[in-house]
């Protein structure tokens, strides 16, 4: 099982940008898929999740009514729509899967910059 994180870059504030995230050997439509971030030096963050059922959606505080989580199963892949973007909102980004809420994110993607400029 693998995922590649990608569509990171440098933005201004207030500007939007997508991430993605593809999976090969798990499919997004059975399983809980999580967002995540980590700026140097600090611990990883929760960001978004979305259930496997694509009935429930999370979203951490600090991004919720700006940041979107969503799917596309014919392509086996997720998004992170992320809009209104703030300084505070750089980090590495990473995608991760797990098998049901119960149980720990088990597969983590190489993670994607998003560095945004005040």
């Known amino acids: 099982v693998q995922l590649q994180a990608s569509g990171g870059g440098l933005v201004q504030a207030g500007d939007s940008l997508r991430l993605s995230c593809e999976a090969s050997?798990?499919?997004?439509?059975?399983?809980?898929v999580g967002w995540f971030r980590r700026v140097p030096g600090i611990a990883r963050d929760f960001v978004a999740s979305l259930s496997g059922n694509g009935h429930t959606t999370l979203y951490a505080d600090s991004v919720k009514g700006r940041f979107t989580i969503f799917r596309d199963s014919a392509k086996n892949m997720v998004f992170l729509e992320m809009n209104s973007l703030k300084p505070e909102d750089t980090a590495v980004y990473y995608c991760?899967?797990?098998?049901?809420?119960?149980?720990?994110?088990?597969?983590w993607g190489q993670g994607t910059l998003v560095t945004v400029s005040s």
């Open positions: 050997g798990r499919t997004f439509s059975t399983y809980d």
């Open positions: 991760a899967t797990r098998t049901s809420p119960d149980q720990p994110y088990d597969v």
